[in-house]
């Protein structure tokens, strides 16, 4: 390795739906396909990380869960690296916008007997839940969701600022890609928002891939809720990482990846979710927002590792990753070399 080499703590994406070709939501994803995607992961220096299961009708839901499940009992490096999972969905808000690619078909009201089945098809996996704050029975879900261990973020929402801090006061923890997965247009105030901005018991999950946020929106946001309330996530769809070109997907149909890594419906500007890992998203932050590297790394290492109890993976050296002239040149994960170039 150069002398510019720099050694950097494992980085921790608490959204990933897929990456590389490989994706959680398949209707026929394997245990092998989730391993897969987990060494997609490590050559990017990502070392923890929560699939995303997005919705669906309950028996494929319980479907991508188990294979998780089953993937993290085939190799214990994989275990260590998937830290839970993420169910984002299905109790969103319906509407064109706010639904984003979310399937209307199977949208739902929250149901705690539901997520039981969840945790015991995955062994207790479940660590995250997206809701939409306004849908019935949201702060009965809540209460009894964290009192199971499971964080609530607000996301795929337009509800009123009522409706946010009644969630939060329930115990709502996060809010999901915030800027994103609402209505193109909002009143000026009050709106969601500006809500989800202000309360201090939210936690902000931000996609910095230059796309869905533009670096002043970012900039004032993580500004609005201190560096230490917010979070980096790729939100990363199966066609991250893919060479630039037309693709057929199973959400959203054709979709183009640009030479810049956006992922577009094919013909329009509309964004066909995330085209960049979480490594590329923290190096856009670092090189758009006037903040200092010191301050933005721990947005994509510690801030979500103590979100998921799991610190200790950070501070310890045990997962880490050694940049080399932008690149991803080595990664270790739980003490063993898992990248090494």
């Not at 897969?36 to 009708?57: C, F, H, M, S």
């Not at 214990?76 to 979310?102: F, K, N, Q, T, W």
């Not at 533009?214 to 990482?241: H, N, Q, W, Y």
């Not at 998203?281 to 670092?286: F, G, K, P, S, V």
Request: negative net charge; contains cysteine.
């Amino acid at each position: 390795m150069g002398t510019d080499a720099v050694r950097r703590p494992g980085l921790v994406d608490l959204q990933v739906n897929g990456y590389a070709g490989w994706d959680v939501n398949a209707d026929d994803v394997t245990p092998d396909d989730v391993v897969g995607l987990t060494r997609a992961l490590w050559e990017e220096g990502v070392t923890t990380y929560l699939p995303t299961v997005i919705t669906a009708p309950e028996e494929k839901i319980l479907h991508c869960l188990a294979v998780v499940a089953e993937a993290r009992r085939r190799d214990p490096l994989v275990a260590h690296s998937i830290a839970g999972v993420h169910v984002e969905g299905p109790s969103l808000a319906a509407d064109d916008g706010p639904r984003g690619a979310h399937d209307a078909r199977h949208l739902r009201d929250p149901d705690l007997a539901e997520l039981r089945r969840w945790q015991e098809a995955s062994g207790g996996l479940v660590r995250i839940v997206t809701l939409a704050p306004e849908r019935p029975g949201t702060e009965e879900y809540v209460r009894g969701a964290v009192a199971a261990g499971v964080r609530v973020s607000i996301g795929h929402c337009a509800p009123t600022p009522e409706q946010v801090h009644a969630a939060a006061a329930a115990g709502a923890s996060l809010s999901t890609h915030l800027g994103n997965g609402t209505y193109a247009t909002l009143p000026r105030h009050p709106n969601h928002l500006w809500a989800q901005l202000a309360d201090d018991r939210l936690t902000a999950l931000l996609i910095a891939d230059g796309h869905h946020l533009p670096a002043d929106t970012l900039t004032a946001m993580i500004r609005a809720k201190s560096p230490e309330r917010c979070v980096l996530t790729s939100d990363s769809a199966a066609l991250a990482g893919m060479a630039p070109g037309d693709y057929r997907t199973p959400v959203g149909g054709s979709v183009t990846v640009g030479e810049d890594g956006r992922l577009s419906l094919t013909g329009t500007t509309l964004l066909a979710g995330s085209g960049r890992s979480l490594r590329q998203c923290l190096d856009w932050a670092t090189a758009h927002l006037p903040f200092p590297a010191e301050t933005l790394l721990p947005l994509a290492t510690l801030n979500p590792a103590r979100l998921l109890g799991v610190e200790g993976r950070v501070t310890s050296g045990d997962d880490v990753a050694v940049v080399e002239g932008g690149e991803v040149v080595a990664v270790r994960v739980a003490g063993v070399d898992v990248v090494r170039r």
